[in-house]
């Protein structure tokens, strides 16, 4: 007879969950996770949010095109042993979770997130983990707003920021990027972007009246408190060596909100958008 899994239920028990697969992360992303223990991990994490969600709520109902619009494999290998890119739907169930937790007002602090090269899809997990907690506000300071994928041409940073800007969650957002223009073949798409989410505002401002650079800081806060820095740029994060981390210090992190409204008060719109 199989083994049952204990239905999982109540936001501690998903607490609980959201360590465990940390844990696993960890072993996975290191090669050393068996293809047995993901596969029980991610059976688990599923039951879990398919109990525990309002299946009529928007969070879920963009959860279920996604999952089913996406091909999933189950890995097989000769090793026995998992590879980091086969937690792809494991790591979408713990962006779930995290976000059914904050929905019910529960927030779960992120740890400090090392990014290994290569791992494009744990970066974007990371950042929405982040944005996910928002109730109010997003501010982002990136150099490279408007950076686009060379295959897709879309501009990555806004794809992943979208979802969480949509007008019933009532979420503004103001992105802070360099003094240097968009470029041209962007900005028709960047316009559309700023048509469509009227919450968001876009300026720039990287540089003094001398032409001095005043930082190379990357880093998003959120609801005008929590402040998390990044290694590398959003469109970049896990495409090289990186890491995310929170300001734990209070007075640290009001410096970084400071900073960010001084130079908001500076910064100037962009020609055309």
């Known amino acids: 007879m199989a083994n ?35 596969r029980e991990i991610t059976q688990r994490a599923s039951s879990a949010y398919e109990s525990a969600a309002d299946h009529n709520s928007i969070q879920y109902r963009k959860y279920d ?16 042993y998992a590879e980091p890119q086969d937690g792809a739907t494991l790591r979408r169930l713990k962006q779930q979770i995290t976000e059914l937790l904050h ?21 974007r997990i990371a950042i929405r983990n982040i944005l996910s907690r928002a109730q109010k506000t997003i ?15 879309n501009i990555d940073l806004l794809s992943i920021l ?11 957002a103001r992105l802070l990027g360099s003094s240097q223009n968009p470029p041209s073949a962007v900005t028709s798409d960047v316009s559309a972007f700023l048509k469509q989410y009227s919450s968001v505002e876009i300026l720039g401002y990287s ?14 806060i959120i609801d005008g408190k929590d402040v998390f820095t990044s290694g590398a740029s959003i469109k970049d994060l896990g495409l090289a060596q990186s890491l995310i981390d929170q300001i734990n210090d209070p007075k640290v992190a009001a410096q970084y909100v400071a900073q960010f409204d001084d130079r908001w008060m500076k910064g100037s719109r962009y020609p055309g958008l």
């Open 139 to 153: 501010d982002i300071k990136d150099d490279y707003l408007f950076d686009a994928n060379k295959n897709t041409k």
């Open 162 to 172: 979208g979802p969480y800007l949509e007008p019933p969650l009532r979420i503004s």
């Open 65 to 80: 095109k996604e999952r089913r619009t996406i091909t999933q494999f189950s890995p097989v290998r000769d090793n026995g």
């Open 103 to 123: 929905l019910h007002d529960v927030k779960v602090e992120p740890k400090e997130v090392f990014l290994q090269p290569g791992h494009l899809f744990t970066g």
């Open 4 to 38: 049952l899994q204990p239905i999982i239920t109540g936001d501690a028990a998903l607490i609980r969950l959201l360590d465990q697969i940390s844990e696993k992360e960890l072993l996975l992303d290191q090669g050393y996770l068996r293809v047995e223990e993901l």
């Open 207 to 220: 540089r003094t009246a001398t032409g001095a650079k005043q930082s190379h800081d990357r880093f998003v």
